[in-house]
Every structure is written in structure tokens, then in C-alpha cells.
């Protein structure tokens, strides 16, 4: 990197602070939505254990321990993080 280059870009930074992102309040509402939804899920199983049939598979056929309600509730809430959030986290940036 040339020094003169190296040069102006500090000078540059200090006549003109770098604009931060401001994120909204909503983008991150919408962000907090689906960790929120698997926490949940993941606090569903651990206060009611007896739902996960996979704890006790004794008797039970293979759809029954594939329908975990708990699971599929912590499932929901990351495929909406990865999935659903970042398509409406952009429509709220283009909107402002």
C-alpha cells in the first residue's frame, strides 16, 4: 500500500466520521423473532419433558417419535431467522 494512499485515507477519516448503520427497532424485532420462537421450543421441551417421546421410545411407532411438538416449534423458529427474516429485513431497509 503506497504511504501517500495510506495517508489520505486517515485524513479522509478524520474530516469525515464513517456513517454507522442504524438498524430500526422494527428490523430488529423482526430479527429477535425467530431465536425468541426457538427458545421457546427449547424451553417447551425442557419444562415438559414428558412430550419428547424420543426420552422414552418404548411402544411407540416411528411417526410418533418424529411428531416432537417442542422440537418442531425450536425447528420453526430458526428456519424463520434464515429463511423468512432476512427477505423482510430487506423490504424494511428499502421501505426507509
Do not use: C, K, N
Amino acid at each position: 500500500m503506497s504511504a501517500d494512499y495510506a495517508h489520505a485515507r486517515v485524513g479522509q477519516t478524520e474530516r469525515e466520521p464513517v456513517a454507522r448503520a442504524a438498524v430500526s427497532t422494527r428490523v430488529r424485532v423482526v430479527l429477535a423473532i425467530g431465536p425468541a420462537t426457538a427458545l421457546g421450543g427449547i424451553a417447551w421441551a425442557l419444562l415438559q419433558p414428558w412430550r419428547l417421546t424420543l426420552l422414552h421410545p418404548f411402544g411407540q411407532g416411528f411417526w410418533w417419535l418424529l411428531a416432537e411438538p417442542p422440537l418442531y416449534v425450536a425447528l420453526v423458529g430458526v428456519l424463520f431467522r434464515w429463511v423468512i427474516a432476512p427477505g423482510l429485513v430487506a423490504d424494511l431497509e428499502a421501505e426507509e
